[in-house]
C-alpha cells in the first residue's frame, strides 16, 4: 500500500492525507469527551491512579502514538508550506494537549528527543546546547558514582502513576517482558514461532505481576526476532539502516522528524515489525522514497557502463521529482548529463525549506 502511494499520488498529496486524517481521527475522540465521557476515558485501576484519554482507541497509548505522530506530520506540513506556520501553532496545542491526556510517556519522550536529534543536524545552536547537555550530564554522573548525589527514590516515586519506583526502573514491566520474550527466542532462534501470530504465546508467557496488555515482546527488534527468528532480524535490521545513514549523510527535515519518531518509539513498542499500522505505513513509505533516491544516484554512476539503465533511471525520477516538490519531469534520453540543474534538483530540495 504504501508502494502505490508513493507511485501515484503526489508526496505533498500524501502528507496532507496523513495530516488531515489524523487531526480528524484527533478532533472527534476530543469532541466525544463532551458527549460521551465514559467512553473515551480509561478509568483509573490497580495499577494507575489516573484518568487516562484513549479516544476512539482501544488503549490510551495507541491515542497517545497517533497523537506523537499528528505533532510530526503538522511540523512536516509546515516545513513543506502544505500549512501556515499559524496554522502549525493551532495544531501543535491540539497535538500536545492529546498527548497529555493520553500520558503516554513513551512516546512524548521520544518526540522529545527526535526534536533534539533532527535540531542538532540543522542547527549550530542546538549543536551547542547539546555539548552542554552531555558535559552537564556527565558531570552528575560523576558525582552520583561517587555518592554524593542525592537520593532519586521519592522522585521516581512521584514520577510513577502507582507510586512505587519500580515502575520506572522495568520501564512500566517492559523489561520483564522483554526478559520472556528472549525466553521463547531462545527457544526457536533461527526462524521463530511466526509473524503476526505470537499474542497467545506472549499472553501465557507474561509473569503474572505484569499488569498491562502483554501481546507483544514491546520493542520492535524482539518482536521481529520472536516471530521471524534470525532469519528476519538480520533484514529487519538492514531495513532500519538505510534511514539511519540518510540522516547522517544527506539530512531531511520532514524524512527524519517522521521516521525517527517511529524507529525512537520502536524501542519500547513493536511497531512496524508487528501487526501492519499507521505507523508501517509511514515508515515504508519513506522507506520506498528513500530507496529511489539511492537508486537513482547508483544509476547515475553506472550510466556509461550500463546505457540501458537510463530509461529505467527517467521513469524513477518522475518518484523522487513528486517526493522533492519540483513537478514531473521528462523523460531523458541517454546523452543527458548527470550534473544539470534540473537532475541535481531531485537528489536535493532547496535550502529555503528549511
Not at 549543536?127 to 554522573?141: E, F
Not at 522522585?155 to 525466553?183: C, F, P
Not at 501470530?197 to 503474572?208: D, F, K, R
Amino acid at each position: 500500500m504504501a508502494c502505490l502511494a508513493i507511485r501515484y499520488v503526489e508526496c505533498d498529496g500524501i502528507f496532507a492525507a496523513l495530516f488531515w486524517s489524523l487531526f480528524t481521527f484527533i478532533a472527534i475522540s476530543l469532541s466525544l469527551h463532551f458527549i460521551i465521557p465514559d467512553a473515551v476515558w480509561l478509568a483509573p485501576s490497580d495499577v494507575e491512579n489516573v484518568y487516562r484519554f484513549v479516544g476512539l482507541t482501544g488503549h490510551p497509548n495507541n491515542f497517545g502514538h497517533l497523537a506523537g505522530l499528528y505533532l510530526v506530520v503538522a511540523s512536516a506540513c509546515a516545513s513543506r508550506n502544505i500549512i501556515s506556520m499559524k496554522s502549525a501553532m493551532l495544531h501543535g496545542v491540539i497535538g500536545i494537549t492529546a498527548l497529555i491526556l493520553s500520558g503516554d510517556r513513551t512516546i512524548g519522550l521520544a518526540l522529545l528527543m527526535i526534536t533534539f536529534i533532527v535540531a542538532v543536524r540543522h542547527s549550530s545552536i542546538a549543536r551547542y546546547i547539546a555539548y552542554a547537555a552531555g558535559l552537564t550530564t556527565s558531570i552528575i554522573l560523576l558525582f552520583y558514582a561517587s555518592g554524593m548525589g542525592p537520593d532519586i527514590q521519592g522522585l521516581m516515586e512521584s514520577v510513577s502513576r502507582t507510586g512505587h519506583a519500580n515502575e520506572i526502573l522495568t520501564l512500566t514491566g517492559r523489561t520483564e517482558i522483554w526478559s520472556a520474550a528472549i525466553d521463547r527466542i531462545s527457544e526457536k532462534p533461527i526462524f521463530g514461532w511466526g509473524f503476526n501470530g505470537t499474542e497467545q504465546l506472549m499472553v501465557a508467557s507474561a509473569p503474572l505481576r505484569f499488569f498491562g496488555n502483554p501481546v507483544n515482546a514491546h520493542e520492535m527488534f524482539l518482536q521481529i526476532a520472536l516471530s521471524l527468528g534470525i532469519v528476519g532480524l538480520i533484514p529487519g535490521l538492514a531495513l532500519v539502516t538505510l534511514p539511519i545513514l540518510s540522516y547522517v549523510r544527506n539530512p531531511k527535515f520532514d524524512r527524519d522528524m517522521i521516521v525517527g519518531l517511529v524507529v525512537l518509539n520502536g524501542l519500547t513498542e513493536a511497531d512496524i515489525f508487528a501487526t501492519p499500522v499507521l505507523s508501517g505505513f509511514i515508515f515504508f513509505g519513506f522507506y520506498c522514497l528513500t530507496a529511489h533516491r539511492h537508486l537513482l544516484s547508483f544509476i547515475i554512476r553506472r550510466r556509461k557502463q550500463w546505457p540501458d539503465l537510463c530509461t529505467l533511471k527517467a521513469k524513477a525520477s518522475k518518484v523522487v521529482a513528486s517526493y522533492c516538490g519540483i513537478g514531473e519531469k521528462k523523460e531523458r534520453g541517454p546523452n543527458f548529463r548527470a550534473h544539470s540543474p534540473v537532475d541535481c534538483a531531485i537528489f536535493q530540495e532547496p535550502k529555503s525549506r528549511y
